[in-house]
């Protein structure tokens, strides 16, 4: 930069430009918003595991010989955790003034999703035929991994929209 470029440039030294302010603040917000997104996932997780593995494994084994059944029962008791925790804590400030809309969506899209876990369990167990304690849990947790993405582009574009409506009588 040249002492004539200097003389014209009317930013103040140092000054970085508002644009690149605003990336950043938004780039933080979407930061945070994750954060807390993975941490309500973390305890969906938690209730989802900690929930399988005691009904396939745990005392009297309840359901040792129903890998699916167990499958699922955890991911209804996760999703109900998940829903409360993104609707008052992740997605606070999206939410809108509908709860049952987002409910129904937000049910929907755990559905598909939970979909996902169920079948590479199936998969796993089932197709390959690994049907030890740790290949079950490699299996859920690649199944919960892909749905985690899903669901968060999910919410984001369909259930936790931000827009404000006001309830129908």
Not at 3 to 17: C, I, N, V, Y
Not at 57 to 72: D, Q, R
């Amino acid at each position: 930069m040249s002492a004539s470029d200097e003389l014209t440039d009317d930013r103040a030294p140092d000054a970085p430009p508002v644009a690149s302010a605003v990336r950043a603040a938004a780039l933080r917000a979407r930061a945070y918003e994750l954060a807390r997104f993975l941490s309500v996932g973390g305890v969906a997780f938690v209730v989802d595991l900690g929930l399988f593995n005691l009904l396939r494994f745990g005392p009297g084994e309840v359901l040792g010989h129903k890998p699916l059944t167990a499958k699922i029962i955890s991911v209804v008791a996760a999703t109900l955790v998940a829903w409360l925790g993104n609707r008052h804590w992740t997605f606070s400030q999206q939410r809108t003034d509908r709860r049952a809309r987002e409910l129904t969506v937000f049910a929907g899209i755990n559905v598909v999703c939970a979909l996902i876990p169920v079948l590479t369990l199936a998969f796993s167990h089932y197709t390959l035929g690994l049907t030890t304690a740790l290949a079950d849990n490699v299996a859920t947790v690649i199944g919960i991994g892909i749905g985690t993405v899903l669901r968060y582009l999910g919410y984001k574009r369909w259930v936790f929209t931000g827009v404000r409506v006001p309830p129908t009588a």
